[in-house]
């Protein structure tokens, strides 16, 4: 399995062949869904769920499919009969040959005043974590490679220092970090890698990491 990073909070995995694309939103690039045999998406807000960038995915491959919560797939349903499918914590599935595990609900305290939607992270061959917009720890599994949310307005560094630690993947790769400035990440760096004993480190978008 190969992971190519794209922009923002959107991952590409690639194995035998086949393509799984995670939350193209409007940060990612404009075709970061094409090419897909399977999408996932973790939750609604825009930097995650593109409704544009999933129908180009959908549209260019007819046999490519999404798997996603509630609030996306009744956006989606009515377009792509068949091709939409809901799913929530504890469910499993395979997806264009990949293995698939839903762990969380909800999305992370923005600000109390501000109701939380639902949010699910998947966890891909039992070894890649996308948690999207939450600090979800997969129970029972151990991570080998957590894609991290490392700057958001939903959390602090502190907080993602903890994560990684309670997560304890052999590598931890970042996601949601088009708002942090260059100069800001060494910063990041510096802290998250004294902090824990995990292999962190963040790709460039188009960047892969090679075999996983």
């Not at 949601?176 to 910063?187: E, G, Q, V």
Request: aromatic share 6%; charged share 25%.
């Amino acid at each position: 399995m190969e992971l190519t990073k794209k922009t923002h909070s959107c991952v590409r995995l690639e194995k035998d062949g086949r393509v799984l694309v995670i939350d193209p939103g409007v940060f990612s690039e404009e075709d970061a869904a094409v090419g897909a045999d399977a999408l996932l998406v973790t939750h609604e807000h825009a930097d995650h769920f593109d409704e544009g960038r999933l129908r180009a995915g959908l549209e260019a491959n007819p046999a490519a499919e999404i798997w996603t919560l509630a609030a996306v797939a009744d956006q989606l349903s009515a377009a792509f009969p068949g091709r939409v499918h809901t799913v929530g914590e504890g469910d499993t599935f395979t997806a264009a040959g990949f293995d698939i595990e839903v762990h969380g609900q909800l999305h992370a305290v923005i600000h109390p005043d501000i109701p939380r939607i639902t949010n699910v992270g998947y966890l891909i061959d039992g070894t890649v974590f996308h948690p999207g917009d939450a600090l979800t720890v997969p129970e029972g599994r151990q991570v080998d490679t957590l894609l991290l949310p490392v700057h958001a307005p939903w959390n602090k560094v502190s907080e993602v220092i903890d994560y990684v630690r309670a997560v304890a993947p052999r590598r931890a790769v970042d996601i949601h970090d088009s708002l942090l400035r260059d100069h800001a990440r060494p910063i990041y760096d510096g802290l998250i890698g004294n902090l824990t004993t995990t292999d962190h480190g963040r790709l460039a978008p188009g960047t892969a990491t090679g075999p996983l």
